[in-house]
Each structure stands twice: as structure tokens, then as C-alpha cells.
């Protein structure tokens, strides 16, 4: 089988997209007010912004005052909606890591997040877990395929995201960029690729 990696983004491709209505209840407002605050303020997080100063931007946007104490519990909070991974990816990832495929994580998410994430189980499996908060640079920046690209000592890798500017970004950068729609459609493109077996794949055929 090839030796080509496969690197996955983490939130909504290994995860369930995040439910914002504890965070929204914390702070008092309506998820749909809140909802526009939380993500407008994303990037500059995933940036390398401390958890404190994106709290306190959200928190000025909302009209709500955000201490050092309830930024740290709006972290908290925020992390446990980002920890759902769904079965069928991390059947992926395991059928993967068991053939011997190398794998790598590439994420925007911010530093703090990051470590909560390289302590999850799943991550085992994983060679390299890369997160834009601790790079200063996210996706898709050409910037961060370079550092993408240093860090696996490659460019010979699939990778995987729900968005489609960033799987433009890496194929621009000389990766194989595939669009996320869900763990059996990557399984095809894998098998297509060379890097898995063509086999029924149980329940991930109807996902």
C-alpha cells in the first residue's frame, strides 16, 4: 500500500459541529445573538489569541463584561462542545492507522484547545497533531501548508476538510485536497487513491 499520508481537519470532519447553547446560556443572550459574536471573533482566535482576549472580544460584542475567571469557564465549556468525534471517522482513522497509512492532524483551532485535543484517545493514531493557534498562521494561508508540509518532511498527502477554501488552498499548495462529505465518501476517495482495500465497510456504506 502507499506510504502517502492522510491528514484530517478536526472540527465538523472528525467532530459534530459544536453546540453553542451552554455558552450562549452562560453569558445571558439568545444563540442567535450570541452565535454571530462567537464565530466573528474566530479567526483572530485561532490566530494564536489568548483564550481571555477572545472571550473579552466576544463578551464587548454582546455587551457582556467577561472576567479572567469566567473567560477560563467559557473555555471550558467551549472545548466540551468540540469533543464529539463521530464513530465513523474514528473507524477511519483506525482502519488507516492499522494499514499502516501515516496520518497527521491539521486544525484551526486555538492553542488551548489543542492540548485538550492531544489528550482525546483517538489521537493515538495520529504521527503529527498540527494547530494553527500554536503556528501563528491558519488555513488556508499559504503559510501553513509550508509548515504543513516541514513538519511531515512531504507534500504527498490527502487531506481532508469540510471547507471548501481551505481544500483549494492545499491543492494549490500541492497536496491532494479532497472535500468532506462524510467517513464513506472518504473511504472511496482512499480506496481510489491506493491507500485502503476496496471491501464492504459495514454501516460507513450508509453514512
Not at 482576549?53 to 477560563?72: F, I, K, N
Request: charged share 25%; net charge negative; hydrophobic share 45%.
Amino acid at each position: 500500500m502507499s506510504r502517502r499520508w492522510v491528514v484530517f481537519d478536526y472540527g465538523k470532519v472528525i467532530s459534530e459541529p459544536p453546540s453553542l447553547d451552554a455558552l450562549a446560556t452562560r453569558l445571558g443572550v439568545p444563540e442567535d445573538r450570541f452565535a454571530p459574536s462567537y464565530w466573528g471573533a474566530r479567526q483572530a482566535y485561532d490566530h494564536g489569541t489568548s483564550d481571555v482576549e477572545y472571550w473579552r472580544t466576544v463578551g464587548r460584542d454582546l455587551g457582556v463584561p467577561v472576567s479572567e475567571e469566567l473567560a477560563h469557564e467559557l473555555t471550558g465549556l467551549d472545548a466540551e462542545s468540540w469533543l464529539r468525534p463521530t464513530p465513523e471517522a474514528v473507524e477511519l482513522i483506525v482502519e488507516l492507522a492499522a494499514a499502516d497509512v501515516p496520518l497527521a492532524l491539521l486544525s484551526n483551532a486555538p492553542a488551548s484547545f489543542g492540548k485538550i485535543v492531544s489528550e482525546q484517545p483517538w489521537t493515538e493514531h495520529f504521527r503529527h497533531l498540527v494547530f494553527s493557534g500554536d503556528l501563528g498562521v491558519a488555513k488556508p494561508s499559504p503559510a501553513i501548508w509550508e509548515a504543513l508540509a516541514a513538519r511531515l518532511g512531504t507534500r504527498d498527502c490527502v487531506f481532508f476538510d469540510d471547507r471548501r477554501d481551505n481544500v483549494d488552498g492545499a491543492v494549490t499548495a500541492g497536496l491532494i485536497g479532497v472535500w468532506w462529505q462524510g467517513a464513506a465518501h472518504a473511504r472511496d476517495e482512499l480506496v481510489r487513491l491506493g491507500l485502503l482495500h476496496a471491501k464492504p465497510y459495514g454501516h460507513l456504506a450508509d453514512a
